[in-house]
C-alpha cells in the first residue's frame, strides 16, 4: 500500500469579509474537498464554528455564529480527513454587534413611520428588512445607524409588540425584545354632519381613532377644498 500526497486545497476569496450573526458568507476556492472526495465537517470564522450551509470543491456557504466581541481572524476548514485548510492573507472580520438605542414613535397603526435608531444596525449590509413582532413594515431608508419605516399591516384591535427584528441583506440578524411599539386599528369616519355645506358652514365629523396617535391633524379636505380645523379629538 503507497500513501499519497494530494495538491492541498486553496482558499482563493471570502465573501463578505465581515459580518455578524446570521450574515452568509461564500468560501470560494481550489480542492476545498480534495477533489469531492471528503466533506467539510467543521468551518471557524475568526475562531467560531459557522453552520455549514452548502459545500462543493469549490465552493462552500456558511453562516456565521454570534460573536461576542468585534474580532477578527482566518478561515479554517477542516475536512473529513481531519486535514485542514486556512486562509494564508484573508481573514473575517465579526463587526460590533448591532443595538436598537431607540425607535420612535413607539405606537401607531396602518401608514404609521418609525425611526429606528441605533448602531451596526445592518450588519455589514447595504439595506435591510424589520419586522414588529410579525408585523410587516416597508423600509424606506436603511444605514448603519438609522433604519425608517412605514408600517404595512397589523392585527385586529389594540396591540403591543415586545419583539423587533432587523435582517440584513447579508443576512445578518438584529432581534430585541428591549423595546415595546403599540398597534392601534386604523381610524375610520363614521359620519359627516351636515352631508352638504358651503364657506363657513361648520362640519362635524365623527368616527374612531381620527387622529390614531398623533397630536393634533394637519389637514382636512372637504369635496377637494382644504377646510379650516376648529376643534379636534380622536
Known amino acids: 500500500n503507497a500513501f499519497a500526497y494530494v495538491q492541498p486545497g486553496r482558499i482563493l476569496a471570502v465573501i463578505p ?37 452548502m459545500q462543493s470543491d469549490s465552493q462552500i456557504t456558511v453562516q456565521a455564529a454570534a460573536s461576542a ?17 486556512c486562509t494564508a492573507n484573508m481573514t473575517f472580520q465579526y463587526l460590533q454587534r448591532g443595538t436598537v438605542q431607540q425607535i420612535f414613535p413607539l405606537s401607531g397603526t396602518v401608514g404609521t413611520i418609525i425611526n429606528i435608531t441605533g448602531t451596526n444596525l445592518l450588519g455589514g449590509g447595504t439595506n435591510a428588512s424589520v419586522l414588529l413582532d410579525g408585523l410587516k413594515t416597508q423600509v424606506v431608508y436603511a444605514s448603519s445607524a438609522l433604519v425608517t419605516v412605514v408600517v404595512q399591516a397589523g392585527p385586529n384591535g389594540t396591540y403591543q409588540s415586545r419583539a423587533l427584528q432587523i435582517m440584513a441583506d447579508t443576512g445578518a440578524v438584529l432581534f430585541t425584545t428591549s423595546f415595546a411599539w403599540s398597534f392601534y386599528p386604523l381610524g375610520f369616519i363614521s359620519s359627516v354632519s351636515p352631508a352638504s355645506w358651503q364657506q363657513g358652514t361648520l362640519v362635524n365629523i365623527t368616527g374612531m381613532s381620527l387622529i390614531g396617535t398623533a397630536n393634533t391633524v394637519t389637514r382636512c379636505v372637504l369635496a377637494g377644498v382644504d377646510a379650516s380645523i376648529v376643534q379636534v379629538s380622536n
Open 69 to 85: 466581541n468585534a474580532t477578527t481572524g482566518p478561515v479554517v476548514i477542516t475536512l473529513s480527513s481531519g486535514a485542514t485548510i
Open 17 to 53: 469579509p465581515s459580518g455578524q450573526n446570521g450574515t452568509a458568507v461564500t468560501i470560494d476556492g481550489s480542492g476545498l474537498l480534495q477533489g469531492s472526495t471528503l466533506n467539510a465537517t467543521s468551518i471557524t470564522l475568526a475562531g467560531i464554528e459557522a453552520s455549514i450551509q
